[in-house]
């Protein structure tokens, strides 16, 4: 008996399956639209203006030298009397200002030797007729410059 229903049974569940799934509408998918954004740089997201940022109200008060200042002797606001000290500033900065010129100097100094004893000898020389008035004229020129030099 199940020899003669197999045969049947199956075309019949295959049909009852296909009519299940034929008769559905399908949903209409829609498109959404989307923002997409390129990422930037910090750098370039940065608005920068040329410009210069100053108080609103400036002392027209300052040191005769530029430096850092060590202590602060009167507080904002405090009365105070003319010629009376505000603040000191780090000796450091003029120290080693002071030990740059004084190297400069001692430079000049013996930049000026040279040249002097060049002069002597070219003159020696030109006074023998062994180099020209032109190469005496020439170490005669680095003498005063570094005349000049040793004075600025």
Not at 15 to 26: D, N, Q
Not at 28 to 41: D, K, S
Not at 76 to 90: F, I, N, S, T
Not at 133 to 139: G, K
């Amino acid at each position: 008996m199940f020899r003669y229903a197999l045969p049947l049974a199956l075309p019949v569940s295959l049909a009852v399956l296909l009519s299940a799934c034929g008769h559905e509408e399908t949903a209409q998918t829609t498109v959404r639209p989307a923002m997409v954004a390129q990422p930037e740089p910090a750098a370039q997201a940065m608005d920068s203006y040329p410009g210069e940022v100053r108080a609103r109200y400036e002392p027209d008060l300052a040191f005769r030298i530029g430096g850092k200042v060590s202590r602060r002797l009167v507080d904002e606001g405090q009365r105070v009397k003319a010629d009376q000290p505000l603040a000191e500033l780090d000796p450091q900065d003029v120290r080693l200002q002071l030990e740059a010129t004084r190297a400069q100097v001692a430079a000049a100094e013996a930049n000026l030797n040279l040249v002097r004893s060049e002069r002597d000898r070219y003159k020696t020389l030109m006074d023998r007729q062994l180099v020209s008035r032109s190469q005496y004229d020439n170490a005669e020129n680095l003498y005063r410059s570094g005349l000049a030099r040793l004075k600025q």
